[in-house]
């Protein structure tokens, strides 16, 4: 593969990377607090003001699971929780957010190619 190639490959996977950045600040912004975690958190471990007006379903779901695995004996994931309780934006940004987990390996790997035909360039 030429550097050429390469250099087209990266360029197109940041474009592709910054947009869902966009789409997930887009989505995280309609973002409402779900009443569904208040039967979670009630009795047990309380949300603060602060964290139900600054925090996102993620968060929420992030202690949900603490809670649950804590007082069920394990067995919840995230995406489970954050799917079970979390609104829809912030679900919608979560699958975003894998998507562009796969599109940041695929930027490594390209940066990685380029580097191996740096070196070959440099060795000749």
């Known amino acids: 593969m030429s550097i050429e190639s390469l250099v087209v490959k990266h360029a197109k996977y940041a474009d592709l990377k910054s947009d869902l950045k966009r789409k997930i ?3 995280l912004s309609n973002h409402k607090y779900s009443e569904a975690f ?3 958190f009630s009795g047990k471990d309380k949300l603060s003001n602060e964290d139900i007006i600054y925090g996102t379903c993620g968060n929420h779901a992030y202690e949900a699971v603490k809670i649950l695995n804590r007082d069920n004996d394990g067995g919840y994931g ?3 929780v954050l799917h079970m309780y ?3 934006s912030c ?3 979560r699958k975003l957010k894998i ?3 796969f599109i940041g390996t695929k930027l490594g790997q ?3 190619a ?3 035909v740096g070196r070959k360039l440099t060795n000749q």
Do not use: S
Request: net charge negative.
């Open 25 to 27: 600040g887009a989505e």
């Open 38 to 40: 208040e039967e979670v």
């Open 78 to 80: 995230y995406d489970e």
């Open 86 to 88: 979390g609104c829809e």
């Open 91 to 93: 679900i919608k940004a």
């Open 99 to 101: 998507e562009m987990g």
């Open 110 to 112: 390209i940066r990685g």
């Open 114 to 116: 380029i580097t191996r």
